[in-house]
């Protein structure tokens, strides 16, 4: 009984410091410093590669980017983790993992640097594709707030950045994270800051 009400609490806290740095960024955003993407994406595979051995999970890495960001890295972390064990979670018969990183190039111009995080999963469905930036959304039954990719979207868009999904031909679900070479800092009250581009 009592394990359970301290897991209960504890889940709750969680949720509410997650809708505290949705809802109040300007208290959480940290140091911002110039960073190798690619080398985020290490770091953070780093932390989870323990799940994917569970999981029997190939790592793919492609790391092609050349072009530093200006980003907060623990935030880029937390979210890639955040991209990292979803992925995992969706291949739960084990499968293949494939961490991309590239320039961004957007009409000739340099904008910064794209990281992938895609997985040979089923995919996902086009309903769910449709709220899966949508707070309290969740397709898992026994575990999950809801809140890992809104929080995502959050923390990536304060900054100008963000994040997108798509299902490619022939394989799993594709996240996208965009960042910017120089941060663009918004308000998170903004009209589009809640919708990914």
């Known amino acids: 009984q009592i394990r359970l009400i301290r897991g209960q609490v504890h889940r709750i806290r969680l949720i509410v410091t997650k809708l505290l740095q949705f809802a109040r960024p300007a208290e959480f955003v940290g140091y911002l410093q110039q960073v190798d993407a690619s080398q985020v994406v290490q770091d953070s595979l780093v932390l989870v590669g323990h799940q994917m051995k569970k999981a029997a999970i190939t790592v793919v890495e492609d790391f092609r980017a050349t072009q530093p960001i200006t980003i907060n890295p623990s935030e880029l972390q937390q ?114 800051s809640m919708e990914p581009a």
């Open 79 to 192: 979210v890639l983790i955040n991209l990292m064990v979803n992925a995992v979670q969706a291949m739960p018969s084990g499968g293949t993992l494939t961490l991309r990183t590239e320039d961004w190039i957007d009409d000739g111009q340099n904008m910064g640097v794209r990281i992938d995080v895609c997985d040979s999963g089923p995919g996902i469905a086009p309903e769910v594709l449709a709220h899966i930036f949508n707070p309290f959304f969740t397709t898992k039954k026994t575990e999950g707030t809801g809140l890992g990719l809104w929080v995502s979207l959050g923390l990536m868009e304060r900054y100008g950045n963000r994040i997108s999904a798509h299902n490619p031909p022939g394989s799993g679900a594709t996240f996208t994270v965009w960042l910017l070479h120089e941060p663009r800092i918004r308000d998170a009250g903004s009209a589009d």
